[in-house]
């Protein structure tokens, strides 16, 4: 049984950092397609980062770039370094992974086949 925690979520101010972290326990990463997604009040899911796990492909949405860095820290971890924070970015934060493995690029999207999810953590971010 595959199973995804976020942590790492929080209240900062605008300019602010926060961490996230995803770990993962029911089966070895392998290549999967790791994603960050969020979601706010009133709005439709948004990609933020996606990552081929021991891959080191690595794929961010155009309103996080230059702000958000992904990365997988160990065999059983990936995280989300968020800096910069502004109050747009305030969501709750879930992490996903691909129910196959993937060896392009091409297959770690925000369309892939996040077959698992998280159930996310809440950031938030005032002015």
């Known amino acids: 049984q595959v199973h995804l925690v976020e942590s790492g979520g929080g209240s900062v101010q605008a300019g602010g950092s926060l961490r996230l972290s995803c770990v993962r326990s029911g089966y070895p990463f392998g290549r999967r397609c790791m994603g960050w997604f969020r979601q706010a009040p009133g709005k439709e899911r948004e990609g933020v980062a996606t990552i081929v796990t021991n891959g080191n492909m690595i794929y961010y949405g155009d309103s996080v770039k230059g702000r958000f860095t992904i990365s997988q820290d160990n065999a059983n971890t990936v995280t989300l370094q968020m800096n910069s924070l502004k109050p747009e970015d305030t969501a709750l934060y879930y992490c996903?992974?691909?129910?196959?493995?993937?060896?392009?690029?091409?297959?770690?999207?925000?369309?892939?086949?996040?077959?698992?999810w998280g159930q996310g953590t809440q950031v938030t971010v005032s002015s």
């Open positions: 996903a992974a691909s129910r196959q493995e993937v060896w392009s690029a091409y297959q770690c999207g925000f369309g892939a086949d996040f077959a698992y």
